[in-house]
C-alpha cells in the first residue's frame, strides 16, 4: 500500500530535514514574525502554519464536517478524516524523498484530491506546482 497513516509527522520531518544537507532547520513550533502583517483589522492573523491549524481542528472537532465534494459523488470528510488522509499522503511524500524547500508537479483537476495533496505539501514544506490544462486557441484567420 503506497499511503501509511502516522499522527505525529512534524518529528519525522524534522528528522528527515536534519538528515539532509539543510544547514538550518526550521520547525512548526517556531513563530514566523516576518510573515506577520499587522492591518486595519482587529483579527490578528495566526502564529501557525496550515498543517498545524488542520491538526488543532481535528483535535477539538474530529466528527464535524470539513469538506463536501459534490462532484465526487457527495464526498465527505470529518476533520479527523481529512487530516487522516492529509498525515498518510504527507508520509508517503517523505518516503519517496521529497524534502522542505522541494517542488512536485500535480495535475489534478479540482477534486478531493488536489485538496489533500495541497495541505500534505504545506506539512512536508514541499511547494506544489500545479500543470493546468489550457484551451487550444483556434488559429485566426
Given at each position: ?13 524534522a ?11 526550521i ?13 486595519a ?11 498545524q ?57 479540482n ?31
Open positions: 500500500m503506497l499511503f501509511r497513516s502516522t499522527r505525529s509527522l512534524y518529528p519525522l520531518i528528522t528527515r530535514l536534519a538528515s539532509s544537507s539543510c544547514a538550518t532547520t520547525l512548526p513550533e517556531s513563530k514566523l514574525t516576518l510573515s506577520y502583517d499587522y492591518s483589522s482587529n483579527v490578528p492573523l495566526l502564529y501557525h502554519t496550515l498543517g491549524h488542520l491538526d488543532q481542528l481535528a483535535q477539538a472537532y474530529p466528527n464535524h464536517e470539513c469538506y463536501l465534494f459534490q462532484a465526487e459523488g457527495k464526498k465527505r470528510y470529518t476533520y479527523k478524516s481529512f487530516l487522516d488522509e492529509v498525515d498518510s499522503l504527507a508520509a508517503s511524500l517523505i518516503d519517496l524523498g521529497f524534502e522542505k524547500g522541494d517542488r512536485i508537479g500535480v495535475w489534478l483537476p477534486t478531493s484530491q488536489s485538496c489533500a495533496m495541497s495541505y500534505a505539501a504545506t506539512k512536508v514544506g514541499i511547494i506544489k506546482v500545479i500543470f493546468l490544462k489550457t484551451r487550444q486557441n483556434k488559429k485566426h484567420k
